[in-house]
C-alpha cells in the first residue's frame, strides 16, 4: 500500500516539476517575441519610411502599449512559476520518499554571493527583465512626448518654404503655357476662318 502511495507521490511530483519546466520555458520565450517586437518598432521609428509626425506618434503609442503588456505578462508568468515552485516544496516537505532538489537549489542560489559593485547584481533574471520592460514602457512615453512637442526646425522650415515656392512658381509658369497654348490656337482659327471667307465670297458672285 505505501508503494502505492509513494508511486502517487512521485508522479505528482514528475507532474509539478514538468509543469514548472513548462511555465518557466514560456516566460523566456515570451520575453523574446515582446523584445523583437518592440526593436522592431524602434527600428521602423528610426527609418526613412516613416516620415509623418502623426506616423511617429502612433509607433510611439502602440510601443508604450505593447511594452506595458510585456510587463503584465511578465508578472503573471512570475506568479504561474513561483505557484508551481510553491507545489513542489510542498510535495517535498511532506514526503520523505521525494528529494529535496528544489530546495537544496533554492538554498545554494541564495547562499551564493553575486558581484555587489553591479547595479542589480542582487536581482533575479526574472527581476532583471521586469525592469528592462519597464524601462521600455518609459522610454517610449518620453519618446512620444519629444515627438509630440517638437517643433521644426528654422532650416527645415525655409526650406519647405522654399519647396512650396518652386512649386507655386512652376504651378503658375505650367498654366501660363497652356493659356498660351490655347490662345494661340484660338488665334489661328479665327485667322483662319477671316482667310477663308473672301473664297466664299468670290464664289457666290
Known amino acids: 500500500m505505501s508503494s502505492n502511495k509513494n508511486d502517487n507521490i512521485l508522479e505528482y511530483y514528475k507532474i509539478a516539476v514538468e509543469l514548472h519546466n513548462t511555465e518557466s ?33 502612433v509607433i510611439c503609442c502602440i510601443g508604450a502599449i505593447t511594452a506595458y503588456m510585456w510587463i503584465l505578462i511578465l508578472r503573471q508568468g512570475k506568479d504561474l512559476i513561483e505557484r508551481w515552485r510553491k507545489v513542489i516544496h510542498k510535495i517535498e516537505n511532506e514526503n520523505d520518499s521525494v528529494e529535496n532538489v528544489f530546495q537544496t537549489a533554492d538554498k545554494l542560489s541564495s547562499e551564493g554571493k553575486p558581484l555587489s559593485i553591479l547595479p542589480l547584481s542582487k ?5 532583471i527583465m521586469k525592469c528592462a520592460a519597464i524601462m521600455v514602457c518609459v522610454g517610449w512615453l518620453i519618446a512620444f512626448s519629444g515627438i509630440f512637442f517638437y517643433s521644426e526646425p528654422e532650416v527645415k522650415k525655409n526650406e519647405s518654404a522654399i519647396v512650396n515656392s518652386t512649386y507655386n512658381q512652376e504651378k503658375c509658369k505650367s498654366k501660363r503655357i497652356t493659356e498660351q497654348a490655347k490662345n494661340d490656337e484660338s ?11 473672301p473664297k466664299l465670297g468670290r464664289r457666290s458672285s
Open 187 to 197: 488665334s489661328s482659327t479665327k485667322n483662319t476662318i477671316i482667310r477663308a471667307e
Open 123 to 127: 536581482l533575479p533574471a526574472s527581476g
Open 25 to 57: 520555458q514560456r516566460y523566456w520565450d515570451r520575453n523574446n517575441v515582446f523584445i523583437l517586437i518592440n526593436g522592431g518598432f524602434l527600428a521602423l521609428l528610426g527609418t526613412d519610411i516613416i516620415i509623418g509626425k502623426i506616423d511617429r506618434l
